[in-house]
T-cell receptor, first 113, second 111 residues
Framework: NAGVTQTPKFQVLKTGQSMTLQCAQDMNHEYMSWYRQDPGMGLRLIHYSVGAGITDQGEVPNGYNVSRSTTEDFPLRLLSAAPSQTSVYFC????????????FGSGTRLTVV | RKEVEQDPGPFNVPEGATVAFNCTYSNSASQSFFWYRQDCRKEPKLLMSVYSSGNEDGRFTAQLNRASQYISLLIRDSKLSDSATYLCVVNLNTGFQKLVFGTGTRLLVSP
């Protein structure tokens, strides 16, 4: 049971480039989310999904897009990378009951130069 | 005011010590509560849920005070391996499970 898998683990982008961060879970979880973590700040919600075909914006959605075509996958797309998007990105999933918290992927460290 | 506030620390304690962290939350509609542990450059991992009646898991005890809107975590007999950042997490559960994270409290356990 792999849990939540994120790729890549590290990425360097130039300003203006686009890329997709991949996230996959094998626990048949309904809820999936993307967070970013910056020094001195708590994890902040970017986008989330409550099931296949359903997504919505979180606290800091600007510059990011998501889609959820299957229960397993929830990719995060950076449309035109900016230095302010330098961060650590975590994907997380939950069974929807809320009682057991979230399972996180190992993260993607993104640097935009 | 931040939705979830924690003392960033670091808390420096010797092995075997007892240490306690507190966390306050601002939204009285918060429905569930968690402590996560995050090691340096790693993902957060669920340490324990926090129940209204308080709960214990080995050396760890979590308490919830809804009236005062704070959560606590007590670690007894600290081990070197307890060194990490402890994140207080509140679930608003407003249709969607909105998890709000504190910035974390850093614990350093020394020999």
């Amino acid at each position: 049971n792999a849990g939540v898998t994120q790729t890549p683990k590290f990425q360097v982008l130039k300003t203006g480039q686009s890329m997709t961060l991949q996230c996959a879970q094998d626990m048949n979880h309904e809820y999936m989310s993307w967070y970013r973590q910056d020094p001195g700040m708590g994890l902040r919600l970017i986008h989330y999904s409550v099931g296949a075909g359903i997504t919505d914006q979180g606290e800091v959605p600007n510059g990011y897009n998501v889609s959820r075509s299957t229960t397993e996958d929830f990719p995060l797309r950076l449309l035109s990378a900016a230095p302010s998007q330098t961060s650590v990105y975590f994907c997380a999933s939950s069974d929807g009951q809320g009682f057991y918290g979230y399972t996180f992927g190992s993260g993607t460290r993104l640097t935009v130069v | 005011r931040k939705e979830v506030e924690q003392d960033p620390g670091p808390f420096n304690v010797p092995e075997g010590a007892t240490v306690a962290f507190n966390c306050t939350y601002s939204n009285s509609a918060s429905q569930s509560f968690f402590w996560y542990r995050q090691d340096c450059r790693k993902e957060p991992k669920l340490l324990m849920s926090v129940y209204s009646s308080g709960n214990e898991d080995g050396r760890f005890t979590a308490q919830l005070n809804r009236a005062s809107q704070y959560i606590s975590l007590l670690i007894r007999d600290s081990k070197l391996s307890d060194s990490a950042t402890y994140l207080c997490v509140v679930n608003l559960n407003t249709g969607f499970q909105k998890l709000v994270f504190g910035t974390g409290t850093r614990l350093l356990v020394s020999p």
